[in-house]
């Protein structure tokens, strides 16, 4: 069993940064992917970007890529989300999740975190 803890949202103005965490407790996430997903108001929860265990598979979302850049430090168990040039359209709740799989849908991942909320104002 892994349980997942995200930390780092809040609330900014366009144009900042936020680097977002994802801590893992009890199983490691060894041999996990370990992915990042959002959800806004009224939408469905989409895929934003994924790492493997050892950080050499990347995958991000198209709206993200560039701005966007995962990262994980497995010393600390935790994988991070760093979040530049943000927009309102970043608004949404960030849910970390881990599973065997390079996949973008969620129904591939077996754990999930709490999520954390980020609001970007214009």
């Known amino acids: 069993q892994v349980q997942l803890v995200e930390s780092g949202g809040g609330l900014v103005q366009a144009g900042d940064s936020l680097r977002l965490s994802c801590a893992a407790s009890?199983?490691?996430?060894?041999?996990?992917?370990t992915a990042w997903f959002r959800q806004a108001p009224g939408k469905e929860r989409e895929f934003v970007a994924s790492?493997?265990?050892?950080?050499?598979?990347?995958n991000y979302a198209g709206v993200t890529k560039g701005r966007f850049t995962i990262s994980r430090d497995n010393a600390k168990n935790t994988v991070y989300l760093q979040m530049n040039s943000l927009t309102p359209e970043d608004t949404a709740v960030y849910y970390c999740?881990?599973?065997?799989?390079?996949?973008?849908?969620?129904?591939?991942?077996?754990?999930w975190g709490q999520g954390t909320q980020v609001t970007v104002f214009s």
């Open positions: 999740a881990a599973g065997p799989t390079t996949a973008t849908s969620e129904r591939r991942f077996d754990y």
């Open positions: 009890g199983r490691t996430f060894s041999p996990y992917v």
């Open positions: 790492i493997n265990w050892g950080g050499n598979y990347l």
